[in-house]
């Protein structure tokens, strides 16, 4: 089946907006699953973090010797949580370290409202984690291939000479909160997108898999281009924190510019945007 | 041109609304269907069986454990879970060096065995420097020696319909009304004949200490520390997990841990 790429379905009492199809049936559909694979992943993933809330560069955890980078703890005689990250301290009780479960107080890295299951359960966590890692995986193949069946990978997302060339333009009304409703994404909006499916999405999920000690004996290369298993535990965590800004970051940016109309595109697929000829040309929208 | 300027209550208004989406999943609210016999909880579980089944798939069950060099045993081995037993029978062995300790081996075999230390450690051995991966999170590597369990199996010539090995340990893990409960692990037998499962009684070259699990424990090197059991009183070979326990295969499986350890 060949989906009409951008097709005007209605035209608007306004004189010069126009709804369009913004979002194909399996951007939307593969859209939402990972945001509710990457919800899922974030919190249990917090909470397996939690069972040795360190992390190190390198093969092995350094008990006898120091290759540690961040460490979040609780100190027991003063009562209150740390985070060290590279030797740096800073106090966090309340939030990291110790934090109130229940209404008591109770040392843990990442407080219950973060993690899932909510109280300290490793296996449960793991559970969530795995299930959701498949889900996530299997979301991520049927985007790929699709998206390289039906034009939106080429057409949407890689960015063109054009793109380039109002890339700064575009990234300074985005710090603006300045948008413009056309029917592409903008330059910044397809390096971003392009960004997290392309690098951040797959080094997540690799850096996962050099952690499995199965994996490991498979291909063993995995886990040696991350530089051992302990740094590839630290990348998982970074790319976590990364993909947690990005998805801040999208939330504002989408209620900046306009949430009705956007959320509609990536629900329904349909978008409105200005029909005016000279809004199409050159630096666009959101 | 439609331009929209964000103003900061409404920006504020963002981030407590991001703020408050992540909090609400993690409050207790989504717990119950995680706890163990919910039918989500089954359903999160099955994805165990698909790493198992895809990893044996890659592997075709031979694949080996990277093994390192003396250069990179860095410090002792880290010890974890059970590091001093208190049991009876276990201490009264320890005493005396363990010169009275003999591994049974029985169940599905032809040729029930009982070996002691100096019999196995005159086996021919194996030794491994491979890298410890704890289920928490951290790593250690160190070197084992030890017999292959292959090589022990063997000798106890399996029945065609032995599937499993199980592991039945000295350690108490606790203590109840109905009798105390001691460690357990299980494995197939791919793993059980595969060159690198080995029953160590050495470690960084000398004899393994009681707090990793002397005389004698599992290595199974590309499963997690928890199937590694420690202070190996028997081995039992049986053609299905169900009658073990609760059923699981182990005594962390028990517990809501995956039997399949290899992520
Ligand atoms: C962690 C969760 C999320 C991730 C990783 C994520 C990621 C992405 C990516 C990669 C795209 C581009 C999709 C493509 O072109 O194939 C996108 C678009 C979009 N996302 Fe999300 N998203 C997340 C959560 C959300 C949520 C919760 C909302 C709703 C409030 C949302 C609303 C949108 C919208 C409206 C677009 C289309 C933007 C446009 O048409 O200009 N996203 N997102």
Redesign the interface.
Known sequence: MKWPAKKISTSHGATN?KLILRHRFLTRVTHWSWAICL??L??SGLQ??N??P?LYIG???????SNRILEIGANYKTGTGFIDLFGIRLDTTGFLGISKTNGFDSARAF?????????Q????G???H??F??FFVFTLLIWLVSGLVNGHIRKDLIPGGQDLRSLKADFLNHI??????TAQYVSIQKLTYGIILFVVFPIIILSGLA????????F?GI?EIFGG??TA?TVHFLFMFILSGF??IH??MI????PINLVRSIVTGRYRI?A?PK?TGGSSDE | ??????TRR??L???L??GSA??L????R??PL??SGHTA?T??????S??FRV?RW??SGT????E?QRS?I???Q?ANGTISPRDVDYLNLASNQFSDYSLKVNGLVGNELSLDLDTLRKLPARAQIT?H?????????GEWTGVQLSTILEMAKPHPEARFAVFDCFDTMERGLSGSVKYYESIDMVDAMHSQTILAYGLNQKTLPVANGAPLRLRV????GYKHAKYVKSITLVATLKDIARGNGGY?ED????W????
């Open positions: 907006t919800f899922f974030l919190l397996i973090f069972a040795h360190v093969d092995q955890s350094g008990f006898d010797f407080p219950a409202w973060l993690t899932l299951p909510s109280g359960d490793l296996a449960g793991r559970r969530v795995f299930f890692a498949w603006k909160l300045k948008f413009y409703h952690m499995s000690p199965g994996f490991n004996a498979i063993p886990t298993r302990q535990r998805f801040i939330m504002i209620l900046a510019a306009g200005e005016s809004s | 041109m439609n331009n929209i300027n964000i409404r920006l208004g963002t981030t609304a991001t992540i909090a999943g993690g409050c207790n989504l717990d995680i706890q909880r359903i999160l579980e099955s994805a165990s698909l790493s990893q890659l592997s694949s080996l454990a990277r390192y990179d860095r410090q002792q880290h890298r991966d704890c289920v928490e999170g951290w790593s250690c590597i090197e590309r499963q997690l962390w517990r809501g841990y995956a399949y350890a290899g992520i």
